[in-house]
């Protein structure tokens, strides 16, 4: 392993897909799946080769002990690089919440152990963050003398809040599983030996849905959080006249028709 230009022998990311699911697992068990360059790289191509395949659902997972425990310092290179580079280097991070969010499949971040700085962020970008009850979330780049990157500024305050933000944040406050869902920084949480059932069971249900709609909704939800109420009322129109005239959606309307006419018969 050269550690003074980021790599490792051998891929960090492991990549399978098979009936529109997308599995990426990061790669790197023994540093506890900390990032480094070329995982932020080969991460970027696997995310990229899920959507050209057309993958309905990404689950982004670690191997190992942990999800991610953040930058791996240790593969930081030594000195005082430019400018440049070091910018190069942090954009091609926020990058991957740039292609995360925008993918069109829905993204569920399956989370066990650590997932601190970097780590965090990663799953933060996830339609889905589906957590452990012991996993632990943080950020401790203020406490190392660093800065957050990834959006992370931006989103951590949506979810849960200014005043707990900054408690995470400044402070450097960690919350396990159960507190993230509590506090709506999770959507899910489940015990370490159900994580991956409910993770399946969760890709599952969305990939069952209508393609267009799943990626309407993504849509208009990302446009909608950081957006002001009119264009958000305009995205809607565009969003839901492309769903209605897609093939899918009378098939969907005669199934929730026929579902809805069975439960109205069971209540009678």
Not at 68 to 79: M, Q, T
Not at 99 to 124: D, F, K, M, T, W
Not at 140 to 151: D, R, Y
Request: aromatic share 4%; proline share 4%; charged share 25%.
């Amino acid at each position: 392993m050269n550690s003074d230009h980021g790599r490792q022998s051998g891929p960090t990311i492991e990549y399978a897909a098979e009936a529109g699911v997308a599995r990426i697992a990061l790669n790197r068990p023994s540093r506890l799946n900390a990032v480094i360059p070329q995982l932020v790289r080969e991460l970027l191509e696997a995310i990229e080769q899920a959507d050209r395949s057309g993958a309905r659902v990404i689950v982004l997972s670690g191997r190992g002990r942990s999800f991610s425990s953040g930058y791996d310092l240790k593969h930081e290179v030594v000195g005082s690089p430019p400018d440049n580079e070091r910018t190069e280097r942090l954009s091609r991070i926020q990058a991957l919440t740039t292609r995360l969010r925008n993918s069109p499949s829905c993204v569920i971040a399956q989370v066990h152990g650590y997932a601190l700085g970097a780590g965090a962020e990663l799953a933060l970008a996830a339609d889905f963050v589906v957590a452990a009850e012991d996993a632990v979330f943080g950020f401790p780049e203020v406490e190392a003398g660093l800065s957050v990157t990834g959006g992370v500024s931006a989103i951590l305050p949506r979810l849960i809040g200014p005043a707990r933000a900054r408690r995470m944040m400044i402070l450097g406050e960690r919350v396990d599983g159960q507190q993230a869902y509590e506090m709506g920084l999770v959507s899910h949480v489940a015990t370490a030996a159900d994580l991956p059932a409910v993770v399946n069971a969760l890709a599952e249900t969305v990939r069952s849905r209508p393609v267009r709609a799943v990626e309407g909704a993504k849509r208009l939800l990302e446009e909608g959080t950081w957006t002001d109420l009119a264009t958000a009322l305009d995205a809607e129109v565009r969003f839901a006249l492309r769903a209605q005239d897609s093939g899918e959606a009378l098939a969907a309307q005669q199934r929730f028709d026929a579902r809805s006419s069975g439960s109205q018969a069971e209540g009678a």
